[in-house]
């Protein structure tokens, strides 16, 4: 038990060693870029990974090394195969093993719930309990907006969960999935989100976050009927026609949320460093989602005619 409590310890201390390290490091960085974010929110900086970037960071940094030794490996594992004999059986489409099935669908169900959650409970408490117009609110941090922080926290801890898709896309080896664009946006939103929630979670980060809870309530309902249907194309495109509208749903998304962003700066009524920092993230995310819309419905669709 004693030998427990010293592992305990150590590892504590260690940690402590890294977050002094890596916490004013961070905060002279978004200093230096003008995104003050001192002091901490007084409704989310006792929750778990709030009052330090560091978890989020660590987070990050285990996340695109665990993606980058996945990528690796599954790259080497099908270059093997590719280069033995081919057989009928190696052929065919290899089928996951129950207990992944098992775990997409879990996944899937749970995100659908927890957004739906987010989205309704944020929406509640920004509109109708503290009377926010759509935009231009500043984040006041009364205590009749802690639940719509609290709610806020749960939005950014799910991003560290949502690593998972990665994960399970490395796991069906789905290689094609995990995009520059698919790793760039997981990496990335989730410090933003902790940004968010250690500074001002409120105020016009309700428009952002309950949208973007709507937006994945329809992303992981697509996600879990594309895994229980059955591989016939004709029952597939009966059910699945959608997903070329859900992609411009979510590019809608992100260009309401830069207009909104130049909005929240121009005003004043946010605060001024995180609504520059939306601006510039949601231009990166139209760029990248764009090209892998016209690559995947016009490009791809070309190439396919032609083949």
């Keep these: 038990m004693?030998?427990?409590?010293?592992?305990?310890?150590?590892?504590?201390?260690?940690?402590?060693?890294?977050?002094?390290?890596?916490?004013?490091?961070?905060?002279?960085?978004?200093?230096?870029?003008?995104?003050?974010?001192?002091?901490?929110?007084?409704?989310?900086?006792?929750?778990?990974?709030?009052?330090?970037?560091?978890?989020?960071?660590?987070?990050?940094?285990?996340?695109?090394?665990?993606?980058?030794?996945?990528?690796?490996?599954?790259?080497?594992?099908?270059s093997t195969t590719s280069s033995s004999s081919p057989s009928p059986s190696s052929q065919t489409k290899r089928k996951d093993p129950y207990w992944l099935a098992v775990v997409v669908l879990f996944h899937n169900v749970?995100?659908?719930?927890?957004?739906?959650?987010?989205?309704?409970?944020?929406?509640?408490?920004?509109?109708?309990?503290?009377?926010?117009?759509?935009?231009?609110?500043?984040?006041?941090?009364?205590?009749?907006?802690?639940?719509?922080?609290?709610?806020?926290?749960?939005?950014y801890v799910s991003k560290l969960y949502e690593f998972m898709d990665t994960f399970i896309m490395l796991l069906k080896g789905n290689l094609r999935q995990v995009s520059f664009l698919h790793v760039y946006h997981h990496g990335t939103i989730s410090f933003i989100w902790w940004a968010i929630t250690f500074h001002a979670p409120g105020g016009d980060a309700y428009f952002s976050a309950a949208l973007n809870s709507w937006v994945h309530v329809l992303m992981y309902a697509y996600y879990f009927l594309a895994a229980t249907l059955p591989k016939e194309p004709s029952v597939r495109s009966r059910y699945l026609w959608w997903g070329k509208y859900l992609t411009l749903f979510q590019m809608s998304q992100f260009a309401a949320n830069f207009v909104q962003g130049i909005y929240a700066y121009a005003t004043g009524s946010y605060h001024s460093g995180i609504s520059a920092l939306l601006v510039g993230y949601m231009v990166s995310l139209l760029f990248l989602f764009g090209n892998f819309f016209v690559q995947k419905h016009f490009a791809g669709g070309k190439k396919k005619k032609s083949a």
């Design 110 to 155: 749970f995100l659908v719930a927890l957004s739906l959650y987010m989205c309704v409970r944020i929406t509640y408490e920004a509109l109708v309990v503290n009377k926010y117009n759509v935009w231009g609110n500043a984040f006041k941090g009364e205590e009749s907006e802690r639940m719509l922080a609290h709610t806020i926290w749960i939005f």
């Design 2 to 78: 004693s030998t427990y409590y010293t592992s305990v310890e150590n590892m504590s201390t260690y940690y402590t060693s890294v977050d002094n390290i890596i916490k004013p490091a961070v905060f002279s960085l978004l200093d230096g870029v003008g995104l003050h974010l001192e002091p901490s929110c007084h409704l989310t900086s006792h929750l778990p990974l709030v009052s330090s970037p560091t978890p989020v960071i660590l987070s990050v940094a285990a996340y695109l090394v665990l993606v980058s030794l996945g990528v690796l490996l599954s790259s080497s594992k099908n």
